[in-house]
Every structure is written in C-alpha cells, then in structure tokens.
C-alpha cells in the first residue's frame, strides 16, 4: 500500500511529514489492521465474487462464483438477512455495492484484502486518450456522466488537480477539467499519461458501498475501498447495529455535490444511527473526512464506538456533525485507542477554501452531548488545529489520557472560538491541559 507518495500533480503543503514520533504505533496499529482474519463467512449462507468467476454463475459457492459486482446487483433479491456476500482476495472489484439489511460483506481466500474501486476502469491504455489540438491537452471521451473528483496515478504517485469550471483552467501539468454534458475529461500533460503510468483511475462522484434506506446487522469487513468522488461507505437514515472492521480506505472524494462545493467522506453515517462500531481500519488520503457521523434536526446518534483506527492524511480525522440546539440526541458516544496523524497534508487540500483543519472536528449548532467521551488517542500534527470544537460546552465532551504532538498550527479552536496556539513544549501543555486535564503525553517537535 502506496501511501505516503506525495509526487508530481498534488497541491499540498511544503515540509509533508514523513516521519513521527508516533510512526512505530502506526506500524503496529497498520500491520494489525492488514493482517486481521476473517470471520465473515462464519456460520452463514455465502455468496462469492471472484475475479475468475462469471456473472451468468449463481454465486452460491467458489467454485460458481460472480465475477463482478454486476452479477451481485442482478441477484440482490436472492440474498437474505443473515447471509454473506464474500470477495475473493487478491482480486479488483469494480463498480457500486448496494449494502442488504442484515447481510455481511467479507473476504475469502488467500493474499491481499479485495479490492472494491469505484473507478470503472484503469485508464492507462491508449485506446482512452487522444491529443488536442491544444497544447499539452489529451482528452478521454468517455470518462462517464459522474463528476470526476480526481484522478490517482500509479497509486498516488501523482493526483489530478480539479478545475470545476471551464476548460480554460486547464494550463498546467495535472490539471484537469471533466465535461459531464459531453462526458470528456480534458488532461494537461506535456507527455501521453500511459507512457508513464500503468495505473490511471477516475475517482467518480458515486459512494462505494452505500444504501438509502434503513438496514440493521451489517458487518463490512477486511477490504480495501478505493477511488471513488463521493464517499467509500454511506449509511443514511436510522440504521442500526453496523460494524465496520479491517478495511483499508483511499483516495476517496472530491467530486462536486453542488456547484460551489465538494466533498467525499471514507466512512459516513447520516441522521439517526445507533450501535455503529467501526474498529481497526486504516483510512488515508481522504478529500474531506476518515470518519463522520452527522445529521439534520431531529436525529438521534447513539452508541457509536470508533476504536483503534489509524487515519492519516484527510482534511479532518473523525467529525461529529449533527445540527440541532433544541432536539435529537447525541450520546453514549466514544472515540479511543485511534492513531490520528497529519491533517491538511493530504491531496484534499486543493480544496478552494480550507476550514478548520484538525484531526477531531466538530462544528456548530449541536444538541447537548450525554455521555461523549475521547479517551487514550494519539493526536499528531495537523496545518491547521489538532482539535475544533464548536457549539458544545466544553464539559459535555469529555477528553481522557490522549497523547498530542505538534510542530505548527494551534492545539485547538476551543468552544468561545478562542484559538489556543502554543509556540513550545511548556505552552503547548498549558493548552492541552484546559481540554484533557489527564493527557498522556504531549511533545512539541520544533
């Protein structure tokens, strides 16, 4: 996994941290996360997809397997709650996922965790790029009706640079402008990107694994979850009893959900919720956020457990996000045991207008917190603030034994909006100490 490739084409920040102090955690904590087991296809009636299987198979064993997530969306009415639809490892899975009530989604096999793109194709391959007779300008003429948020090179060792309005934005190596009317994607190269590149993918403005509707018992376990505009995983609506575990999520966002405004989330749970659970996995270069939960007036979001993940590299880390002063609820929230590292050093940061950047974001106009606890996280750098707070009393949310590190930007926006800036070590501690009077540690990396 290509992580922490910061080439050619992605509008970050100078001085990309590139080790920590916290890097022998994250190993540990990433080594954990990619290794885990499976335990989907346990006492279950399974499905399988298999990169060697046929969509006109049943997909009642491996040996009859699917071989794309088409021949799963041509059977969703077979698959009952309680059942499992299994990917086979080492293989690409390309397209949308339509998450059941009550069903599982998980890993067979041996090697690699699946691979589910949203990207519909790898794009490396002549037949997709003619040049224009405009310099330094190749177009792919079928890049597809779905606003494309970026475009990921060879992994990340180069990222497309959006250009939302016309063509005429398109001026330098990377840029990138997608005509939905016409379905073109305009490139500028001073080179054929499959000369260079094998591995090109469109990041389109879909969710990968999503539903609208309620669903309840679901556990989506040990796969990787990549390259699509919108977000990686979206639940909407009074869903209940979800587990996310083992997953591996990338270069996810930046497509447009309006005409002013991108966005694209790795995990998002939209109005009520309760008994989410979402535990080792490992989420990084996101456009906006790893993991959010957040909702309009009126909802309900209780019993949300985020423990031991390790989220790098997005515009925010985790963000609670539920609007409402007078009714709903939030509680019985807890975030413990998370690696949280470098926010706002991520490709999203080609954001046109970068706000409160921080690895644990909650923004205003919230209901009264029960019971909302951050305990024994570690909170390391970030351009901006490791922490805004906005809206909440700063005792309805309750920090525990975090450990924070930082070498620019502020400790937090705190709740009168009062940013708290530290220029050393002794500062920084006296900061930390109005939010986590019993932190773990803090270090000042000069």
Request: with cysteine; hydrophobic share 35%.
């Amino acid at each position: 996994m290509n992580n922490n490739c910061f080439g050619n084409g992605i509008p970050v920040n100078s001085g990309i941290p590139k080790t920590s102090v916290t890097d022998k955690a994250a190993e540990v904590l990433k080594e954990k996360i990619v290794t885990l087991s499976d335990t989907v296809s346990k006492n279950k009636k399974c499905w399988y997809i298999s990169q060697n299987g046929s969509d006109s198979n049943s997909g009642s064993s491996p040996e009859n397997a699917w071989k794309s997530t088409v021949g799963y969306q041509k059977h969703l009415d077979e698959i009952k709650p309680g059942e499992a639809v299994l990917f086979e490892r080492g293989g690409i899975y390309r397209g949308w996922v339509p998450v059941l009530d009550g069903v599982s989604y998980g890993a067979y096999g041996i090697g690699d965790k699946p691979k589910l793109y949203g990207s519909p194709d790898n794009f490396a391959d002549k037949s997709y790029w003619e040049k224009t007779d405009m310099e330094n300008i190749w177009v792919c003429n079928n890049a597809g009706k779905f606003d494309i948020g970026t475009i990921v090179f060879d992994n990340g060792t180069a990222v497309g640079i959006k250009k939302t309005h016309e063509l005429d934005q398109v001026e330098k190596d990377y840029d990138f402008f997608h005509d939905t009317v016409s379905e073109k994607l305009y490139l500028y190269l001073t080179f054929n990107p499959c000369e260079k590149y094998s591995d090109i993918e469109f990041c389109i403005g879909d969710c990968i694994l999503s539903i609208g509707t309620p669903v309840k018992n679901v556990l989506i376990e040990n796969l990787q979850i990549s390259y699509g505009g919108a977000h990686g995983i979206a639940f909407s609506d009074n869903v209940s009893d979800i587990t996310i575990r083992g997953c591996v999520l990338s270069w996810i966002g930046g497509s447009l959900q309006n005409p002013t405004v991108r966005f694209g989330n790795a995990i998002q749970f939209w109005n009520t919720c309760n008994n989410i659970t979402v535990e080792k996995n490992y989420i990084y270069q996101i456009y906006d956020t790893g993991f959010t939960h957040q909702g309009i007036p009126n909802c309900e979001q209780t019993n949300i457990n985020i423990n031991e993940n390790l989220i790098e590299y997005c515009t925010y880390a985790i963000e609670y996000f539920p609007l409402d002063k007078d009714n709903g609820k939030l509680a019985n929230i807890i975030y413990s045991n998370n690696i949280l590292r470098f926010s706002g050093y991520g490709w999203g940061m080609q954001r046109p207008n970068p706000q409160a950047v921080s690895l644990i974001c909650g923004w205003g106009g919230f209901l009264t917190a029960d019971n909302f606890k951050i305990d024994n996280n570690i909170l390391d750098g970030s351009t901006a603030y490791l922490i805004v707070q906005y809206g909440i009393n700063d005792n309805e949310i309750i920090y525990n034994g975090n450990s924070f590190y930082m070498s620019e930007g502020a400790v937090a926006r705190w709740t009168n909006d009062t940013p708290l800036y530290a220029e050393n070590e002794e500062q920084m501690s006296k900061q930390v100490s109005k939010i986590d009077k019993s932190f773990k540690e803090v270090k000042f990396k000069s």
